[in-house]
Every structure is written in C-alpha cells, then in structure tokens.
C-alpha cells in the first residue's frame, strides 16, 4: 500500500499519459458539447455551479500541466458547452481579439516592444549604456549590486525582457566582482515584475484593463479601467516591498537576510571568489548576451537614450502636465501606445543614420517581435476566457455564493493569497489576472461598495499574482532571470523564496490593516 501514492504520482506525470488524458478529454469535451450545448440550466444571471467551471478546470490543468495554452483553451471550450454557443470562434475568440483594446495591447506589446528590443540586439544601444554607467559608478560587490538593481528600474519596460536585458548587460560586471549568480539572480527577477506593474509605462495598464472593462460601471470604457490602474499604483504593496527590500539587500543595509541558502551563497562568493555553489548546474546565458551589431555599426549611448528618452518624456510629461497643471485629475492624458511607437521610429531613424542598413534594422525589429509572440498568444486566449466568464455569469456565482460570507478585512489578503498559489503553480501572473480579475472587481464591490476597498483588492490581485510568477520555477522570468544570469535554476528559486515571502508578508499585513482602519 506504501507504493501506492508514488506509482499514482508517476503515472499520472508521464507524459504519455498525460497526452492520453488530454486527448480523451477534449473528445469528451467535443461530444458533450454537441449532446448538451444549451441544456444547461440558467438562473439570475449564472448556471450555477457550472459558472464556475470554465477557470477552474482552466486553473486545475495549468495546475496539473504547467502549461497554460492548453489549460485556457480547454477552458473556453467548455465555456461554451455550458453557454450553448458551440462555435467559440465566432462566439468568443474573434469578438475578444478583434477589440480596439486587444488591438492596442498587440501594436504595443507585440510590435513596438518586442521591436524595440530587437532594435537594440543590431544597435548594441543598451549594453553600451549599461557599460558606461558600470564604468561611473561600480567599484566593488555592494556597488555591483546596486548597480544591477538601478538597471532592474530602467529596463521596466516588461518582466520577461527586463530580466534580459538587465542580466546580460550586469553579469560582465558582477562576475568581474565576483558577485554571487544566487545575488544577481534574486536581484534581477525582483526588479522585473514588480518595477513593471509599479513603473508601468509599458504595456500592463492596457492588459489588465482590458479584462476589467465592463466588469463594473467604474470600468465602461478602456481609458477609466487604465486611470484606475494608476490609482491603485499606491497600494501595490507587493511591489512596494519587494523593490524597497531588494535595494536595501543591494546596499547591504537589509537588517537580516532570511534563508540560509543565500547567507551562505553571499558567504562563499566573499570568501573564495566563486560565483556559483560546488555542483551546481549554472544555465548558459551565451544566447541572451550575444549582439547581432553589424560590421562597421559603431555603437553609442544615443542608441539607447534616443529611444528611452523618446518612449519615457511622450509617456511621463502629458500626464504630469494634465494631471498636475491641468487638474484634469479624472482623465489624464496617457500616450504610451504612442510613446512605444515613436520609440521604435526614433531607434531606425538613428540606426539608418548612423549608417545602418536598412534591410539590418528591420531584421532586427522583426527579430524583436518573433520573440514575444507567444505572449500575443496567451494574452489572445487569456481575454477570451474573461468574456467567457462573462458569458457564464461566474463573478455572478461567486458573488452570490460567498459575497455575503467573506470579511471585508479579509478579502485582499485572500485574493492575494489565492493569486499567489495560482501564479505559482501556472508560472505566469497574466494568465492568473486572466482567471481572477473578471471574478474579484465584482466580488470586492459586493462585499463592500466603496472605491478605497476595491482599488485595495485591485493592487492585491496585481501584486499577488507577480508574486508568484517571481517565484514559480516553471516561469518565463525565473528560467530567464537564472539563464541571463547564468545562475542554477533551483539555487534561484531557493535563494529567492524567503525574500519574496518577506515582501508578500508585509503586503498582506498592510492590507488587513487598511481595511480595519479606514473601510
């Protein structure tokens, strides 16, 4: 009977079994839709129990798989099972995607993003810019790290291309000082996420609007649904917390550094000069700091300050102006969309007239956007399973079931906590907003009706999920934060753990506070 438990676990993460379970559970997906489409029972708004269980099975299996395309697409088919609408399609999939905000998050994210990066990958612009500002401020393994955490701010632009673009241009430097990978790693990831959704001139505003729009009246349009993300920027306590504390562990002023791993990892880099444990498997980050500059492109610090002082100044000042000077305090004008654009324009027209060819340059910017494509996919099936829980009354369910039954002093360390668990098990904290925004903005407001309580659970959702995308081993900024690095990709997860929690701790303890002092 002893074996039993091990055998059981074995064979259900084979992966033939699990391809097996996969496919036999779509077929029956496929024949229970054309059996039962439509027989579902509809009452106030939701089929009940059902409602529920187009995220929850989409949780389960990114749970059980680790992998999220399939678990989100399994769960807008079965959404449209319980819905009756058959052909997801025409029911779903093209009147998500063929939104004016979907189409605003892919022309930033997608195109002048992913094409700034590679703009950069042929200009040579941001490691020319990270080896003059080594140059004016390193000095030793403290400076090295503050030095890292200062590039953490200003490659903010995404998570996954912040630990990048940050690793590759600080490892030559930190390795130079013999700083431990464990360090920089940690260093790296906490500066990535959490400087994105709190310096969030990117593309997560229009992202994580996108799935709230319609969720209240608060939300009706695109524009009210980003202001609203700013809002709340105060109250992203994770963030706050995690970047607070990773500087002052740069500085060395951190009191006490929690986990023994990472005690013991700084110890050894000190004391013997060697950047990684004894037996570890360090990934190999050749990939992520080559440059494809071309013969006879000289590269210089207006390469990179040209497109970051195009992308930061059209981005920052007509909100500083509108919000401060104009008092429009409701409706600031926010051009980041804009901002990328002109970003990428401005990298070409330097490039071409440096004397770049033009057939290089756009090599590059195609190369940039082939990069994050598969994020244009999970980002496509993520709304689509927000209007599928739409379609399904979900928030409808959960608020019905257990809105009267939560404490409001609970509630945002409960979301914070469920985001958490979720983030960590799918390894990605936009498919976890996916999931959880279109059923907590209504869920908060029911339990309590007030826009203080909602923007409070709004940040905790935010910072929760980021949580756990920093530390899940299976997410793309953890792999990417060990591979830039060239850090073992377990000695990351180990050595960060504790100092997230940290973070994630002092987060939950400030919201309950919030809530019993001012709600």
């Known amino acids: ?22 496919t036999g559970a779509f077929l029956a997906l496929i024949l229970a839709g054309v059996w039962f489409a439509g027989d579902f029972p509809e009452k106030n708004g939701h089929f009940g129990i059902w409602s529920i269980m187009p995220p929850l099975v989409a949780i389960i299996l990114a749970f059980w798989t680790r992998e999220v395309v399939s678990a989100l697409f399994i769960g807008i088919c ?29 022309v930033v994210y997608l195109w002048a993003l992913g094409g700034l990066i590679g703009m950069w990958t042929r200009t040579g612009g941001a490691e020319k810019f990270a080896i003059w500002a080594s140059n004016l401020m390193v000095r030793g393994p403290r400076s090295a790290k ?31 000082h013999k700083l431990s990978h464990e360090e920089l790693a940690y260093m790296v990831d906490s500066t990535a996420s959490p400087a994105a959704t709190l310096i969030p001139f990117n593309v997560w505003p229009f992202y994580v609007g996108g799935l709230v729009i319609g969720t209240l009246p608060l939300f009706e349009t695109t524009q009210q649904a980003v202001n609203f993300f700013f809002t709340a920027l ?23 550094i929690p986990g023994k791993k990472m005690r013991a990892a700084i110890k050894r880099s000190r004391e013997t000069g060697k950047v990684d444990r004894e037996g570890a498997v360090p990934m190999s980050a050749e990939e992520l700091t080559q440059r494809k500059i071309p013969e006879g492109y000289k590269p210089g610090l207006i390469d990179f300050f040209g497109p970051i002082g195009a992308l930061l100044g059209v981005a920052i000042i007509p909100y500083i102006i509108t ?61 689509t ?25 609970v509630l945002p360390g409960l979301l914070m906590v469920l985001c958490m668990l979720i983030a960590f098990s799918t390894g990605t904290s936009w498919g976890t907003y996916a999931v959880v925004f279109p059923v907590a903005v209504p869920l908060a407001w029911a339990v309590v009706p007030d826009p203080f309580f909602l923007t409070l659970c709004f940040a905790a959702v935010i910072g929760g999920s980021v949580f756990g995308d920093q530390c899940s081993p299976i997410s793309d900024t953890t792999i990417l934060s060990s591979l830039a690095t060239g850090c073992d ?31």
């Open 78 to 106: 079965l959404g449209g099972v319980i819905s009756g609408e058959i052909n997801i399609v025409q029911g779903f999939l093209i009147p998500s995607v063929g939104t004016e905000s979907f189409a605003l998050i892919l």
């Open 385 to 409: 399973l927000k209007e599928v829980a739409e379609a399904v009354g979900t928030a409808d369910f959960v608020i019905y079931t257990v809105g009267d039954l939560i404490p409001p002093f």
């Open 234 to 256: 105060p109250f992203n306590f994770y963030a706050i917390f995690a970047i607070l504390i990773t500087l002052l562990f740069a500085t060395e002023k951190l009191p006490w």
């Open 1 to 22: 009977m002893t074996e039993q438990p091990g055998y059981f676990q074995k064979k259900f993460s084979d992966p033939v079994t699990v391809r097996r379970i996969y």
């Open 323 to 383: 919000y401060f000077f104009m008092g429009r305090r409701e409706d600031p004008t926010l051009l980041i969309a804009e901002a990328f654009v002109l970003a990428v324009l401005v990298g070409f027209l330097i490039a071409l007239g440096k004397g770049m060819k033009l057939q290089d340059a756009i090599e590059g910017f195609v190369d940039g956007c082939k990069g994050v494509t598969i994020g244009a996919i999970i980002l496509a099936l993520a709304v």
């Open 146 to 176: 503050f030095f890292t955490w200062i590039m953490g701010l200003v490659f903010h632009q995404g998570g996954t291309i912040s630990t990048v673009l940050t690793g590759a241009t600080v490892r030559p430097v930190a390795d130079k």
């Open 489 to 519: 990709l377990m000695d990351h997860v180990y050595t960060q753990f504790p100092l997230a929690i940290l973070a994630g701790g002092l987060a939950m303890v400030t919201y309950g506070v919030l809530v019993i002092l001012f709600v």
